[in-house]
């Protein structure tokens, strides 16, 4: 099966510019998930999608990170205006259910680079 | 936000060496599972424990679940450069939501 997919692979912007992320999780995950992954740091979860609803966004800095998942599948993550400390990977991951046995399959992550 | 301990945070083997990283968790946990991480990479999910004294083998691996379900190991014999990377654990928290650990990264010398 097709892995989750994410895009761009690399942004890098200046700070107070914004920028999005794409996912598109693996076909009949209805579970999905956006990580921030700070170097050295094990990934931190922003936000939990059921189908297109938000389960979970309590770490998710409102003031200016945004999510959406309209139609239960493609995914964005919206990033405006960006601070230095955004720099970050941000992964998206996706499981069948909401804890799945075989665990959560992440994506390749963007790599996000605010200068 | 909730973090999971893991120590160590950094170890460095010979080839061959055997290598353990221990999760700890201060509350009782429901499930736990391990994640491995090569360098540029991202996090791939290896096992989930869900039993209180659970071991399970992958090959030279050998995870483990405490008995008071509040801690977990992963233990890998007789490294290779193959093993190179960063392991987490990931705990299920009581919204259903897996919060991952500090991670141990594991440089392995040939």
């Known amino acids: 099966e097709a892995g989750v997919a994410q895009s761009p692979r690399y942004k890098i912007i200046e700070k107070r510019q914004s920028v999005a992320f794409w996912c598109n999780p693996i076909?009949?995950?209805?579970?999905l998930y956006w990580y921030q992954q700070i170097l050295g740091q094990g990934p931190k979860l922003l936000i939990q999608?059921?189908?297109?609803?938000?389960?979970?966004d309590s770490q998710l800095p409102k003031d200016r990170f945004s999510a959406e998942r309209l139609k239960g599948v493609d995914s964005t993550l919206k990033i405006q205006p960006a601070k230095l400390e955004d720099s970050a990977v941000y992964l998206c991951?996706?499981?069948?259910?909401?804890?799945?046995?075989?665990?959560?399959?992440f994506g390749s992550g963007t790599r996000l680079t605010v200068v | 936000g909730q973090q999971v301990m893991q120590i160590p945070q950094y170890q460095h083997v010979q080839e061959g060496e055997d290598f353990t990283t221990y999760c700890n968790s201060s509350?009782?946990?429901?499930?736990i599972q391990w994640y491995k991480q090569r360098p540029g990479g991202h996090p791939v999910f290896l096992i989930q424990?869900?039993?209180?004294?659970e071991v399970k083998k992958q090959k030279r691996l050998t995870f483990q679940f405490g008995e008071a379900k509040k801690n977990s190991s992963l233990h890998i014999t007789a490294t290779q450069t193959t093993d190179v990377g960063t392991y987490f654990c990931a705990e299920l928290n009581t919204g259903n939501q897996f919060y991952f650990g500090t991670g141990t990264s594991l440089t392995v010398i040939p």
């Open positions: 999608f059921q189908n297109n609803g938000v389960v979970d």
């Open positions: 509350t009782t946990l429901s499930n």
């Open positions: 991951a996706s499981s069948f259910r909401g804890h799945s046995n075989y665990g959560y399959t």
């Open positions: 076909s009949g995950h209805a579970t």
């Open positions: 424990l869900v039993k209180s004294g």
